[in-house]
């Protein structure tokens, strides 16, 4: 359902972007770039006093106040620990969060640097030690405002709007409802017992920068409780032999910080899986957005739809041959 708020975060204009960074003292010179993202309005902006700033307008209806705060919490438990991360801007004393006619936005600190097109093998060492302090601060406290990254989630619920919605074509709507439901039955067991925490949870290549110092983390908008191996299986997503070599290659030192389990892998696949899921429904959700129907305008034809069982249950293929070499291998 599109929120009430949304017409008014789609006009969002640069003069309203300027007068809510201009508190506090700060003045923007004019120069300002838009940043790529399809979900909020994020803006690098340059001060008077030559310093750069990133503005992050919240999508409306995504998240509350109070889930924008737990993100914050987050970035600034990690940066205490001095983990690379661009933690929030205090936009008045002792407060983060920002509002322009009922859309949240925030400031945070520019962090300069590139985008890394791939990793070497230094770089999935740097990552994994990375991450794993990152993980040693998720799981010092609960995040309580977002929900959980699991089956039900990820799974159930975004098959329910989906289906709710109509978007699915109707050719497939049955084979797809099928599928999910198969793939859900065969991975819930799978979750049963795996500790959650805080994690990134969108911890793909593309929310890191290469910097002078190293690498750093951005954008934990879809911060959440969930298991480990979700930033994981992210930062290292091939499922051929390369992949396997460079995943392994980061937990061994991700264990240099903190333990990790080789059980908790079983999990890749489902993970892989949910997140294909959860994709489509993310997209079918944005829709009443110009950008999504002119970025997405093959979503919710036959052919997408027909892409989208396939891949399904082509993970469906992969999760039960795992679970019947572990079978095999415990026998023995």
């Not at 790529?36 to 340059?46: D, G, K, Q």
């Not at 052919?303 to 989208?308: E, K, L, P, S």
Request: proline letters at 5%; hydrophobic letters at 40%.
């Amino acid at each position: 359902m599109k929120h009430a708020l949304t017409p008014r975060f789609n006009r969002l204009s640069p003069d309203e972007v300027y007068h809510a960074v201009e508190v506090g003292g700060r003045r923007c010179t004019g120069r300002f770039v838009i940043l790529n993202s399809y979900e909020n309005r994020v803006y690098e902006l340059e001060l008077d006093d030559g310093a750069r700033v990133v503005g992050k307008f919240y999508r409306p209806g995504r998240w509350s106040r109070e889930a924008i705060r737990e993100e914050h919490s987050f970035l600034r438990e990690l940066a205490l620990v001095e983990v690379p991360v661009a933690p929030p801007i205090e936009i008045e004393p002792g407060e983060t969060i920002g509002e322009v006619d009922g859309v949240f936005f925030a400031l945070f600190a520019r962090v300069a640097g590139r985008a890394p097109e791939e990793f070497t093998d230094d770089d999935v060492k740097e990552v994994g030690r990375l991450l794993a302090r990152i993980h040693n601060v998720g799981a010092a406290r609960e995040s309580s405002g977002r929900p959980p990254l699991s089956p039900a989630t990820y799974g159930r619920e975004n098959l329910e709007h989906l289906l709710a919605a109509g978007q699915i074509a109707p050719e497939l709507r049955k084979a797809y409802e099928a599928t999910v439901v198969a793939l859900i039955e065969r991975i819930e067991p799978l979750f049963r017992g795996v500790p959650t925490h805080r994690i990134h949870a969108d911890c793909h290549l593309g929310n890191l920068v290469r910097t002078r110092a190293g690498l750093a983390f951005l954008d934990f908008d879809d911060m959440r409780m969930g298991p480990a191996v979700q930033d994981v299986w992210m930062l290292v997503a091939s499922a051929d032999a390369e992949g396997d070599r460079q995943r392994q290659l980061l937990i061994e030192s991700y264990r240099a910080v903190r333990p990790f389990d080789d059980a908790w892998l079983c999990l890749v696949e489902p993970l892989r899986a949910l997140r294909y899921i959860h994709y489509a429904a993310w997209i079918a959700r944005r829709l009443d957005d110009p950008s999504f129907q002119r970025t997405f305008a093959h979503f919710g034809t036959l052919q997408y739809w027909q892409g989208q069982v396939q891949d399904l249950r082509e993970q469906i293929a992969r999760i039960d041959a795992a679970s019947f070499r572990k079978v095999t291998a415990d026998a023995y």
